[in-house]
């Protein structure tokens, strides 16, 4: 059975035909999909601070396997990711180059014990995240869906009510490099769903985002189906969609709006609270298992008004290998005028512990950040770790 027609089946059992539903009907599966199985998806290879799976386990193992037609797979499986997706090959933007996930783990165990029992066939491998190289990815259009002009689509801030179709884009897989917030095939317009570019009828048009797979996570570890979808972003906030079971659409974003209360406003904390993440958060740490997924669960606290959580942020990304520079420019960044004066002290805190010279060969912009904050601070070494910088340049202190 070829791709696209496996898609239609597995994503659809249980429903209507998969091109006949309204973009906001939401993925079905069969009630038993196994607790262990990671929520489908790519939401591993970004960044902590603006994931829609906050405290799921971070995928280490994938199955692959070359025909899933007689698979009872988890909800939002197969994903059809290239080698390089999963950390595994060269990068490529070769349709030939892909492979087929029919389930994701956190274990080994896990996946050779559901390899065995439901994909005898299958490979099972390590993942290793990459994401320098994530950004090409196969996009799959799950219905036939209408493609507008790109330029058209921008002006009009996404919104189609006076725009013609250019072109009918058939369902089915393409290949799409998303370079950022206004490069690449993924069109983000600043508070407008997000559109992506496809060829059609010998040119490129926009399709929504929604009829794709693009950003979507399917979680099938409650028991009603999760599905979430990224929906655009600005300002440093990352928007999602939401639907749970045959629910409504709800909108979530990975930050406060100004003014609003400190709050579990997703509802992923233990205790409805901010410290029931920020405790998990801790725990996830003393584990040392899964420490992105401390990550994770600590950045949604920060993000949303915690500042133990974003102190403790900064210990995980430290534990977990991230430049020194990041973590600093990161910390740094969060004491300004109005922020908590816990942050600020853990800031001065880490700008007299750690020496300048650990960052003498840091990248820019993270040294110019930095070295400036800590130079305005007067503690010895900043000043001349400043003068090596562009940004010191820039302002004239050299």
Known sequence: MGLRTLLLVCLACGGTPLETRSPEAPETVAAETPSELVPAGRWFLGSPSASGCVDCPTPRF??????????????????????????????????????????????????????????????????????????????????????FDSEAIRAASG?????????????????????????????????????????????????????????????????????????????????????????????????????????????????GTLDGCADRAE????????????????????????????????????DRGRPVAEVLADATSSCHEDAAPELCAEVNRLLRTISPERLSTAPEPALGVVSQAGCAREIPGWCELLETSTLCDEDGCG
């Open 62 to 147: 994938a199955v692959l396997v070359n025909d899933e037609a007689s698979l009872e797979l988890g909800a939002g499986y197969p994903l059809r990711m290239f080698r390089h997706e999963l950390g595994i090959g060269p990068l490529s933007r070769d349709l030939d180059d892909t492979v087929q996930v029919a389930a994701m783990f956190a274990t080994r165990e896990e996946a050779e014990s559901w390899r065995a029992g439901k994909a005898p066939e299958g490979t099972v491998v390590q993942i290793h995240r990459r994401r320098a190289s994530a950004s090409v990815q196969v996009v799959h259009v799950l219905r036939t869906s209408p493609g």
């Open 159 to 271: 919104n189609t009510e006076d725009l013609s179709p250019t072109c009918s884009v058939r369902a089915g897989a393409y290949v799409v490099e998303d370079e950022g917030y206004s490069e690449g095939d993924i069109i983000r317009i600043p508070d407008a769903a997000p559109w992506v570019r496809l060829p059609c009828g010998g040119g490129q048009v926009a399709v929504a985002v929604r009829d794709t797979d693009f950003g979507r996570i399917v979680d099938a570890r409650v028991p009603e189906v999760i599905e979430t979808q990224y929906a655009g972003g600005v300002c440093g906030s990352t928007y999602y969609k939401q639907r749970v079971g045959d629910g409504e659409e709800r909108t979530l974003e990975t930050e406060r709006c100004f003014g609003q209360p400190s709050q579990d406003t997703w509802g992923v904390c233990e205790g």
């Open 283 to 318: 725990a996830l740490l003393r584990d040392g298992r899964d420490l992105f997924r401390a990550a994770r669960v600590a950045a949604y606290a920060c993000s949303m008004g915690l500042p133990r959580a974003c102190i403790l942020r900064w210990t995980i990304d430290f």
